[in-house]
């Protein structure tokens, strides 16, 4: 006697679009708490590339935190400055970054 699946593993037989498709797939394989931050980073390094590419290092999140490591002290303590402007700047660019409290800049 053969096993059901999982309801999410049904096939349905109206199209559904790609982008639901999609995010489903990501809910079911527990990716899309990842697959945010990984917008939110790349979001932050979009913003941060253009005036300072060579100078960025990683950037990653922990406990709601942007981690953001600079090869320069200088720009580090300029940037240090403009922390809760860059901050606005990135919840603006990327909604999914509402839940980020600060940037830390190593």
């Known amino acids: 006697m053969p096993k059901s699946l999982p309801p999410e593993f049904i096939r349905k037989a ?23 931050e ?5 979001a932050l390094r979009h913003i941060l590339e253009a ?3 060579n100078q ?8 709601n935190q942007v981690f953001v490591k600079l090869h ?12 809760d402007e ?3 700047r990135l919840k603006e660019k990327e909604p999914k970054a509402a ?6 800049l190593i």
């Open 72 to 83: 320069s002290a200088p720009l580090r303590k300029e940037l240090s400055m403009w922390r």
């Open 38 to 42: 990984v917008q939110v980073i790349q």
């Open 56 to 63: 960025l290092g990683d950037i990653f999140i922990r406990n």
């Open 14 to 36: 109206e199209a559904t679009p790609l982008q639901e498709a999609i995010s489903r797939m990501l809910e079911v394989y527990g990716l899309s708490a990842k697959y945010e």
């Open 99 to 104: 839940n980020i409290r600060a940037i830390v």
């Open 51 to 53: 005036a300072f590419g």
């Open 86 to 88: 860059l901050l606005l």
